[in-house]
């Protein structure tokens, strides 16, 4: 008998190992997109980075036409590396480091801005290290926050009830943008906002409790925005760049000339005129400027369609998880790559304030690239079926008692009794009725 029954017990732990090898096999086309893309666009950046940073790169002090180029396919490699260990068991790996990862963050935002330590470059100083490996910990902290808002909403679901109950997470948000702010960088921490926003709205978050949320954010920003004479200046700029086009207004004046002198098909690769001496930086913030004038509007079509083919793979990765916390985490990446990429692709057209936002896996940027790259191994892994257990708060105590599921106390002695395994004096009752009913049924048997 007990050969009989160990076999299909055998037979159903064999299945099952089949079948994850088959998931392994076969990853489901929600996987398939997402490495696509995600290859793609590398792919795609790096060709960008190489072009918009050769003829800078040789006319300035290095000589080396390159030199963007190597740095980029090193810490993609590197990026690459960190995708495919968190794509294979990084999910737990993940979570519970997210405690350690967030507090190191916020404490690397406050070394960046401690004299001698941070890297100053343009007016902002948002870097820690020398040379070329330099990190920011802005972009470190935009992915804890996601990390830590999903797997605060997968243990407290009725966190996103009202303002008073997400009021914990948005002070640890506000510490964390307004150290950013403080750099300055305000383009990230509109990103950092912007996407967790988005995560909370998939926790169930009320539009009408973010409107309030985000009203008291708008003024804030409108604050940072007046302290800061740049900023006023970048966003005179934005709605009247013609009336000083010399300064205020160049930066977007010559964004718009590379996009229209690129017409349908562009000028081709490597042939832009305005990367050489009229965009700054062209191989970060304005790359999306360089790649409408080389490759014209199809180059932008394309660029554009792999974002959303992007998107779309990861918010369907995200509707199909297995567990909540997997859909909250892939939903706030996800939101995180495409915030930073409209945002970029709105400064390029015009249609938004200048920030300095790099497009995600296409403009050059080591510490963005590695955050990126880090953010879509974590989406792989729950797109093959990862996944990382949260365990829920314990129930509520009232007095010596447990609430229930529906939060209400047990009032009277059944429910008291349930509770306390069925010991009590109504449940003994029943015991002893159903032992006398088994009783005479078998008497009668017999008889």
């Not at 810490?75 to 350690?100: C, I, N, Q, Y």
């Not at 740049?230 to 760049?241: D, H, I, K």
């Not at 191989?283 to 080389?294: F, K």
Request: glycine letters at 14%; one cysteine or more.
């Amino acid at each position: 008998m007990s050969s009989i029954s160990a076999a299909p017990r055998a037979g159903i732990r064999g299945g099952g190992r089949a079948s994850k090898r088959s998931r392994a096999a076969n990853p489901p086309i929600e996987y398939s997109l997402l490495l696509t893309a995600t290859m793609c666009l590398l792919a795609f950046g790096a060709v960008m980075v190489f072009s918009a940073s050769s003829t800078t790169s040789v006319l300035g002090e290095s000589g080396d036409g390159a030199e963007y180029l190597k740095r980029t396919l090193l810490f993609g490699a590197l990026g690459l590396l960190a995708m495919r260990f968190l794509s294979v068991r990084g999910l737990g790996a993940a979570r519970a480091l997210t405690p350690g990862l967030l507090a190191a963050s916020l404490v690397l935002l406050v070394i960046v801005l401690m004299p001698g330590v941070g890297v100053t470059a343009n007016g902002a100083q948002r870097w820690i290290g020398a040379g070329p490996i330099q990190v920011q910990p802005s972009e470190l902290a935009k992915l804890a926050l996601i990390l830590y808002g999903a797997h605060l909403l997968a243990v407290r679901p009725k966190l996103t009830r009202n303002v008073r109950t997400m009021l914990p997470y948005l002070l640890v948000v506000g510490v964390a943008c307004g150290l950013i702010v403080i750099e300055p960088d305000l383009g990230s921490a509109l990103v950092a906002g912007f996407a967790v926003a988005a995560l909370l709205i998939a926790g169930g978050a009320s539009l009408r409790h973010l409107a309030l949320v985000g009203g008291a954010l708008t003024f804030c920003v409108l604050i940072a925005i007046m302290l800061e004479p740049y900023r006023q200046e970048r966003l005179t700029g934005f709605l009247n760049p013609t009336s000083d086009a010399a300064g205020s207004g160049f930066q977007g004046i010559q964004a718009s000339i590379a996009l229209g002198s690129g017409g349908v098909f562009g000028v081709g690769l490597g042939e832009s005129v305005q990367k050489a001496f009229y965009l700054p930086e062209a191989h970060t913030d304005m790359i999306a400027a360089v790649i409408g004038e080389e490759l014209g509007l199809v180059g932008i079509t394309v660029l554009v369609g792999l974002f959303t083919l992007f998107g779309y793979a990861g918010f369907r990765t995200a509707q199909r998880a297995r567990d909540r916390y997997g859909k909250l985490l892939v939903a706030g990446l996800t939101a995180l790559v495409l915030v930073q990429a409209v945002i970029n692709l709105c400064a390029v057209m015009g249609l938004a304030p200048l920030t300095g936002v790099p497009l995600p896996f296409v403009s050059y940027g080591n510490s963005n690239l590695l955050v990126m790259l880090s953010a879509v191994g974590l989406m792989l892994n729950v797109a093959k079926g990862g996944r990382a257990p949260v365990r829920a708060r314990p129930p509520q105590r009232t007095g010596k008692l447990r609430v229930l599921d529906g939060g209400r106390a047990p009032a009277s002695a059944r429910e008291r009794s349930d509770l306390r395994g069925g010991n009590g004096r109504h449940s003994r009752g029943r015991n002893r009725r159903a032992r006398g009913a088994g009783a005479r049924r078998r008497g009668r048997v017999a008889r």
